[in-house]
C-alpha cells in the first residue's frame, strides 16, 4: 500500500538531518539550525540556532533527554531536549572536517562521531568533569587553518576575525569537552565515514553493544566497544568480494539483519550473525542517502524524490515521488499504535507520512482523537458546498449528507429540514441527548454553524494546495472552509462525542448547520420558524463563526453589526444613446443621476446624512472603554507599529460601533466603451448597522430619503430601491454564565505559555506570505507621512504565532482533568470584542427561541477566511474541541 501523506513542514532551507522523539521531530538544515516541531499539532516548538555549517548528523539518548548534532563545523554539540539550551560542545584537536554521523552509546555514557578525515573519534561523558581543562589554542575557533591563515603576498597574513562575531546565537553556553589524541582511531575508513550506528545481540552478550560504520571506500566495518572508555576495535569487516571505492552512504538495521545504501539503488542485506551478504536490490531512487526500517518495512529514498518500500520478503510494496529534489535524511516512528515515516529533503521541506497497513501481529492500528478530528475535517472539506452557484448543488447535497452520517455515527438524532426553494440547501438538525436520568432538568444548548463556503476555483493557481483537497503545512491545515466553518463545527461535534463515550453528557446539545450562511441564509428562518417544535427548547445559544484580531490572543466576541444590502437604480425611457451623437444638458441620463443621487446619502468623513440615522445608536460606556484598553494594550505590546493606543482604539471603535455606509460596485447597460449613454445605471450599497438600530426602520428611512433627493434633482427618469438583504444588529451580555464559561474554558486551554511575546529563539523560516504590508503610507501632511488606519489584514500581517521555548508535554490535549504541567502556566483572560461584520442568523435565534447566544471565534487573523489559502492552525482546532467540551459539561451545572 502507498502510504499517504499526513503532514508537509515547509522551511527555507534544506534538511539534511532527521531523528524524533516520543514528542519531537529535531530536523537539521544547511544553515546550522536545528528545528524542533511537536508532533502532536506539527507546531514548530523552536528553531536552534546552532552551528557555523550545516547540521548532517543528529541522534539521541536513548532516554531521550540529549540531542547531539554533528556539522559541517567540526562539532558536536549536545542539547538538553527539557531546555533546548546546550550542555556540551564537543571537538577534536584535528582538523576532522565535516561530522557526517554520531551515534550515542547510552550503557557507556559515550558518544561517537565520523568524519570527513576518515577517523571515529569518541568521548566518555563520564570523564567531562576528570579530564583538564581544554587549552584554549586547540579550540577550532582560534587554531590556525593551514589555508586561511597562511601567509599572502609580501608576506602578509589577513587578520581573522573575531571568532565569537559569527558565532549562532544558540551555540553557546555549555562545558566545552576536548577529543583525548588516544580517542581516535586514525583511518577507520580509507574515505570519509558516512553513516555509523549501534547494534545489540551480535556478541555472547545479548546488551553488549556493537558500532556499525560505514564509509566512502565500500566498507562496512564493526567495532567493539570497551566498557572503559568506550574505545573501539575492529571486530570484522562485510565483504561480497567487490572492488572497494562504492560508497555506503547510509545503513539501517532490523535485528540481525543490516541493510546498506549505495550509489545507483543499491540496497545491500546483509545477515551479521553469519557476516554474508544475503540479497542486493535494486532501486529507482539514484544514489541511497537514507534508509528506514519500521513496521515490518524497508524504506530507501535517494537523489531522485523516489522512495522505495520492500516488505519482509523484500518485495517492493510501493513506489512513491516524496519531495521535489533530493531525499536526505529519513526516519520512522511508532506513536500510539501508528507508524509514520518521515523524510527531509533539498526541496526544504519535511514530510511526514502514514503508512496504514504496518499492523504486526493482533494489535489494531488505533487513532488518537486528534488524528481523528483532522480526518473528518478533511472529509468534510472534499466536498465543495459552494452555495453561490447552482453548478455545486449536488456537491452542497452530498456535504451536507456526509456531515449528517458524521452526527449519526456519534449517536445524534437527526433531521434534514429542506428550505422553501428546493434549490436552496436544507438545514443539518442534530441532537444529543444527555443523561437519561436527568431528563427533566436538563439544559439544551443549541450549536449553530454552516457547511456551506464560498468559492474557491484557483483558476490562477493562487492556491498552494488544492482548495477542496485538505493538506497540511506546518502547524496549520490548509483548505476552502477549515477557517469559516467547517473545522469549528468538527471541533464541536467531537466534543460532544468524547463527552457521550465518556457519560459526561448532562445537558441537551442541539446543532443547526445551515448551506446558504455564505448567500444571506436563504431561507434559513422561515425553515426554523416551520420546524420549531422539532427543534424544541433552547437555554443557550453558541457560534463560532469568525476569527481572534491578531494570531495571539484567543477572543470572544459580544457585539455584531447588522447590514442591508440594497440596490439603487435608475432607468431611463430612451435606449443605450452615442454620446457624440446624442449627448446633451438636455438629456436626463442615468448614470450622472446615480452618482449625484449617490453623493448624496454620505458627507465628509463618510458621516450619513440619512436624518435620524444615528439616533438610536447607544454612547460609549466606561465598561466598554475598558475592554478597548484592554485590547488595544494586548495588540500594541505585539505589533508596536500599530501606533498610537488612543488612535488603535478609536479606529476599532468605528469599525465596531459605528454605522457606515459603502458604495461597492457600478453596473451599466449597453456595450463596454467610453462613448455610451447608458439607459441602465444601478449601484450595489450596503449599511452596516450597530445596536439599536434596526434593519427594517433603516431600510425604510434609506427608500424615503433616497426618493425625496430623486424628486429633487427633478429627472424624467426612474428610480427604483431595492433592499436585497438585511440582519439585524447584535449585542450580547458578555457578563452572563454562558460567557464565564466560555473565559473559564479558554483560560484553561490556552495560557501565557501560548501567548507569550518574549521567546529566546529567532525564527529563520519565512512564513507563506499573503501579499500584505504591516503599514501603508498614504498622503502626507505638513511634510510627515500619514498612516492609514489599521485594517484586519493589518492586524493579520503584523502577527506571526509565536514560537514555544520548550517541547511539549506528551499528554494530548483534552478539556479533562488538565495536567500538572498545565497548572503551572498564568492564564490569560480572552479579549471581549465586538466585530463589524454580519451573521443574520444570531440575532434571530435570539428572539426566536428567547435564549441568549455567545460568540467564540476559533479562527486567527491570518486564516484569510474568503481569500486564497484559507486555513486553521492544528492547535486551534485542538483547543476549540477542548473549550466546546468544557462548555458543553460544565454550562449547565450553573
Not at 38 to 47: A, E, H, N, S
Not at 521 to 544: C, P, T, Y
Not at 846 to 858: I, T
Request: charged share 25%; with cysteine; aromatic share 8%.
Amino acid at each position: 500500500m502507498t502510504p499517504s501523506l499526513s503532514h508537509r513542514l515547509k522551511h527555507n532551507r534544506s534538511i539534511l538531518a532527521i531523528v524524533v522523539s516520543k514528542n519531537c521531530i529535531f530536523a537539521g538544515t544547511e544553515d546550522g539550525e536545528i528545528l524542533v516541531y511537536c508532533l502532536d499539532t506539527y507546531k514548530r516548538i523552536d528553531v536552534i540556532e546552532g552551528h557555523r555549517g550545516s547540521v548532517l548528523a543528529l541522534a539521541l539518548s536513548e532516554d531521550e533527554t540529549l540531542l547531539f548534532s554533528g556539522a559541517g563545523d567540526r562539532f558536536v554539540n549536545v542539547w538538553s531536549t527539557k531546555t533546548l539550551r546546550r550542555v556540551y560542545s564537543t571537538y577534536s584537536t584535528y582538523d576532522i572536517g565535516d561530522v557526517f554521523c554520531v551515534s550515542y552509546s547510552s550503557q557507556l555514557e559515550t558518544v561517537y562521531l565520523g568524519a570527513q578525515n576518515t577517523t571515529i573519534q569518541w568521548y566518555d561523558l563520564k570523564e567531562k568533569d576528570l579530564r583538564p581543562l581544554p587549552k584554549s589554542t586547540f579550540h577550532p575557533h582560534f587554531r590556525e587553518d593551514r589555508f586561511f591563515d597562511s601567509l599572502g603576498p609580501g608576506g602578509v597574513r589577513s587578520p581573522r576575525p573575531e571568532a565569537h562575531i559569527n558565532e549562532p546565537s544558540d551555540a553557546k553556553g555549555g562545558q566545552d569537552l576536548e577529543i583525548h589524541k588516544q580517542h581516535i582511531h586514525q583511518f577507520a575508513h580509507f574515505g570519509y565515514v558516512y553513516c555509523m550506528l549501534l547494534a545489540k545481540g551480535l556478541r555472547d552478550d545479548p546488551t553488549e553493544e556493537v558500532l556499525i560504520s560505514g564509509g566512502g571506500d565500500g566498507a562496512i566495518n564493526l567495532w567493539t566497544l570497551n566498557k572503559k572508555g568506550g574505545a573501539i576495535s575492529a571486530l570484522c569487516k562485510l565483504e561480497d568480494g567487490r572492488d572497494e571505492g562504492e560508497s555506503v552512504l547510509s545503513l539501517a538495521l532490523d535485528g540481525s539483519f543490516l541493510y546498506s545504501g549505495r550509489l545507483d539503488g543499491e540496497i545491500n542485506v546483509w545477515d551479521l550473525e553469519t557476516k554474508q551478504l544475503v540479497r542486493s536490490l535494486k532501486t529507482k531512487t539514484g544514489d541511497i542517502l537514507a534508509l528506514s526500517v519500521g513496521g515490518g518495512y524497508l524504506f530507501s529514498a535517494g537523489v531522485t524524490g523516489i522512495v522505495d518500500k520492500f516488505n519482509s520478503q523484500y518485495e517492493r510494496v510501493a513506489r512513491f515521488k516524496a519531495h521535489e529534489g533530493r531525499i536526505l535524511a529519513s526516519a520512522f516512528v511508532k506513536r500510539q499504535q501508528r507508524h509514520f515515516y518521515i523524510t527531509g529533503g533539498n526541496d526544504d521541506t519535511i514530510t511526514i507520512w502514514d503508512i496504514k497497513d504496518c499492523v504486526q501481529g493482533n494489535a489494531p492500528s488505533t487513532r488518537t482523537n486528534n488524528e481523528k478530528l483532522v480526518e473528518c475535517l478533511k472529509q468534510l472539506v472534499s466536498y465543495p458546498t459552494v452555495s453561490s452557484d447552482l453548478k455545486y448543488q449536488a456537491d452542497c447535497r452530498r456535504g451536507a449528507s456526509h456531515l449528517r452520517s458524521v452526527f449519526k455515527n456519534f449517536g445524534a438524532q437527526t433531521t434534514m429540514l429542506g428550505l422553501e426553494n428546493p434549490q436552496w440547501n436544507p438545514i443539518i438538525l442534530a441532537k444529543f441527548k444527555g443523561n437519561p436520568a436527568t431528563s427533566a432538568k436538563r439544559k439544551k444548548i443549541l450549536f449553530y454553524g454552516h457547511y456551506d463556503v464560498i468559492p474557491a476555483e484557483n483558476t490562477q493557481g493562487k492556491w498552494i494546495v488544492d482548495p477542496f483537497n485538505m493538506e497540511g503545512i506546518n502547524d496549520y491545515l490548509y483548505g476552502r472552509g477549515t477557517s469559516d466553518n467547517k473545522g469549528p463545527i468538527m471541533a464541536a461535534i467531537f466534543a460532544v462525542a468524547e463527552l457521550v463515550a465518556a457519560k459526561a453528557l448532562d445537558s441537551d446539545i442541539t446543532f443547526l448547520i445551515e448551506g446558504e450562511e455564505e448567500s444571506g441564509s436563504r431561507g434559513f428562518e422561515q425553515a426554523i420558524k416551520a420546524n420549531k417544535h422539532l427543534i424544541g427548547d433552547v437555554d443557550w445559544i453558541l457560534l463560532a463563526n469568525s476569527y481572534w484580531l491578531d494570531d495571539h490572543v484567543p477572543c470572544l466576541t459580544y457585539g455584531l453589526r447588522g447590514v442591508i444590502h440594497a440596490t439603487v437604480e435608475i432607468r431611463s425611457k430612451h435606449p443605450d444613446l452615442h454620446s457624440g451623437v446624442d449627448g446633451s444638458s438636455l438629456l436626463d441620463e442615468s448614470l450622472k443621476d446615480l452618482v449625484m443621487l449617490l453623493s448624496k446619502l454620505t458627507g465628509k468623513h463618510g458621516h450619513v446624512e440619512i436624518p435620524g440615522f444615528y439616533d438610536p445608536i447607544l454612547e460609549l460606556s466606561q465598561e466598554e472603554e475598558e475592554l478597548y484598553d484592554d485590547i488595544t494594550r494586548a495588540l500594541l505590546e505585539r505589533n508596536p507599529s500599530l501606533g498610537d493606543q488612543k488612535e488603535l482604539a478609536q479606529t476599532l471603535q468605528r469599525r465596531w460601533r459605528e454605522a457606515s455606509l459603502t458604495i461597492h460596485r457600478f453596473y451599466t447597460s449597453g456595450p463596454d466603451n467610453s462613448t455610451i449613454i447608458p439607459r441602465l445605471a444601478k449601484a450595489a450599497i450596503s449599511l452596516r448597522l450597530v445596536p439599536d438600530q434596526t434593519a427594517q426602520q433603516v431600510a425604510e428611512s434609506l427608500q424615503s430619503f433616497l426618493a425625496a433627493e430623486f424628486e429633487d434633482l427633478g429627472s424624467k427618469n426612474e428610480l427604483t430601491v431595492t433592499i436585497d438583504h438585511q440582519a439585524e444588529p447584535w449585542l450580547g451580555d458578555y457578563h452572563n454564565e454562558i460567557y464565564k464559561t466560555l473565559e473559564e474554558g479558554i483560560m484553561k486551554a490556552w495560557s501565557d505559555t501560548d501567548t507569550n511575546t518574549r521567546h529566546r529563539r529567532r525564527s529563520s523560516a519565512k512564513p507563506i506570505s499573503r501579499g500584505l504590508s504591516s503599514l501603508s503610507l498614504t498622503s502626507t501632511t505638513n511634510g510627515k507621512p500619514k498612516l492609514s488606519p489599521p485594517t484586519s489584514s493589518t492586524l493579520a500581517n503584523g502577527s506571526t504565532t509565536p514560537q514555544s521555548s520548550s517541547p511539549p508535554s506528551p499528554t494530548e490535549p483534552s478539556f479533562f482533568p488538565p495536567s500538572k504541567s498545565d497548572a503551572k502556566s498564568k492564564p490569560r483572560k480572552p479579549l471581549y470584542i465586538r466585530e463589524g461584520g454580519s451573521i443574520p442568523a444570531i440575532r434571530f435565534l435570539e428572539k426566536e427561541f428567547d435564549a441568549p447566544a455567545a460568540h467564540f471565534p476559533v479562527g486567527q487573523a491570518s486564516d484569510g477566511a474568503h481569500l486564497d489559502n484559507e486555513r486553521l492552525r492544528l492547535v486551534n482546532l485542538y483547543k476549540a474541541r477542548d473549550v466546546f467540551g468544557w462548555v458543553f459539561r460544565e454550562l449547565p451545572k450553573k
